[in-house]
């Protein structure tokens, strides 16, 4: 399964009205083109695969400044969109067509805040093998029906009754054979994709929306998305993971901690070169994003890492962190060892840090004690490591 995005934003934002900044999608809030929130959110999801952005002609700058150096805006493909959100839609979806995505998801470049665990379950949903997925929330407030006369003619039922939010998600051959039968039979009318799916004959399944995806849609909606970013902007989203390994001591000719070769009459038995510093630093960075541990991105069964180079691991742990839009802000290792001494090598240990993290030598840290002569560590059978990583990943939402 490959899943591409398309991400319409063509639309004039008629009703949120006219401001210098262009329409809706272009305005800023907490310092960013809305558009800019939506990109960045699939961008950093790692199960996008392509990404379509249908803008209006009239946008080629706009959407260009918008998205101008954010993390991954090179893959973003662009097409224009048409006069109706159904056109747009279907411009995207021919796009993603020469793509190598197997299914999309469909979502409102008006609607900034849809977060990750959001597209999990839509995800879900689609692995499960179900053709139409709409996120959706039971509609809370009482429903009224309006006269023409402007008083009451009736009270709605709310049983039942869910509003659609987006991304709506398909299989991209079905939903684009639904958008081109559409288009041909002059069904011009559909409001969204899943509409459109279901008059395809689609059955269409629900999954919870977020209360927090809202559409932009007036004014306030803008006004109030600011507001929000503002105050969340004093928040910063840092994380704190720590790790832990010990590894046993066996006789040999040296030990490799933090990537480095210490001559010594005993070696270190286990995982990979068991060198139990990079170990613990490679928990801790994933521990920060909720990624597991390196048992599960590198099993201890699996052969190939008899003897590999820990620096691999923590490499690719801090590859997995950057993918979910984390900054690596400190790494700091504490090894409790009675033997070799640590000292003369700490600054070649600090500077391999550095490099493997690619983050200035100054937010690497190795330090060293031994444990008093007292129990496994002190009796020379193992050498242990704590780490503690500090990533941070934008500002809370
Ligand atoms: N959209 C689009 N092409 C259109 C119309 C809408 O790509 N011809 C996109 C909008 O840019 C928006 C999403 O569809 O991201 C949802 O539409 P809506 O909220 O209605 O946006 P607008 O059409 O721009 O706003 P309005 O209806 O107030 O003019
Ligand atoms: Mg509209």
New binding site residues.
């Given amino acids: 399964m490959k899943i591409g995005i398309v991400i ?9 009205g006219a401001a210098a900044e262009g ?3 272009y305005r800023r809030i907490g310092g960013e083109p809305v558009i800019r929130h939506t990109l960045r959110a699939f961008l950093t999801w790692e199960k996008a695969g392509p990404v379509v952005a ?1 803008i ?1 002609p009239d946008d080629e700058a706009l959407f260009a400044a918008a998205s101008a150096g954010l993390a991954g805006a090179g893959r973003v493909l662009t097409t224009h ?5 159904q ?3 279907l411009a995207g979806l021919r796009v993603l067509a020469d793509t190598d995505a197997t299914h999309v998801m469909i979502h ?4 900034p805040f849809v977060d990750h665990p959001l597209l999990e379950r839509i995800a879900a949903m689609l692995e499960a093998g179900h053709a139409a997925v709409l996120p959706a929330l039971a509609v809370t407030d009482t429903l009224k029906r309006i006269g023409g006369n402007g008083t009451v003619q009736e009270t709605v039922s709310r049983a039942g009754l869910f509003a659609a939010q987006t991304p709506q998600s398909f299989g991209l051959a079905a939903i684009l054979a639904a958008h081109d039968k559409a288009a041909a039979a002059a069904r011009d009318d559909f409001t969204d994709d899943a509409a459109i799916a279901e008059w395809a004959g689609h059955a269409v399944s629900l999954v919870e929306g977020a209360a927090d995806n809202i ?1 932009l ?1 007036i004014r306030r909606d803008i006004a109030m998305a600011d507001e929000k970013l503002s105050r969340q902007a004093a928040l910063p989203d840092v994380r704190t993971g720590n790790g832990y390994d010990v590894h046993q001591l066996v006789p040999g000719d040296g030990v490799t901690l933090c990537g480095v070769f210490i001559a010594h009459d005993q070696r270190l038995s286990g995982h990979s070169d068991a060198d139990v510093a990079l170990h613990a630093l490679t928990d801790a960075l994933l521990a920060t994003c909720g990624a597991g541990d390196i048992g599960d991105h590198f099993p201890p069964s699996d052969p190939q890492w008899k003897g590999a180079a820990s620096r691999i691991f923590l490499a690719h742990a801090a590859d997995v962190v950057r993918k979910r839009g984390g900054v690596i802000t400190n790494a700091d290792i504490s090894l409790i060892a009675e033997a070799p001494k640590i000292a003369p090598h700490r600054e070649t240990m600090c500077q391999n840090l550095s490099e493997i993290l690619g983050i200035s030598r100054e937010r690497c840290s190795v330090k060293a004690t031994t444990n008093e002569k007292i129990g496994f560590i002190g009796r020379k059978e193992g050498i242990a490591a704590i780490a503690t990583a500090t990533v941070v990943y934008g500002v809370l939402a």
């Fill in positions: 319409v934003a063509a639309g004039r934002g008629e009703r949120a329409p809706k999608q249908v209006h969109g048409g006069a109706t959100r056109q747009s839609v409102d470049a008006a609607r559409k849609t």
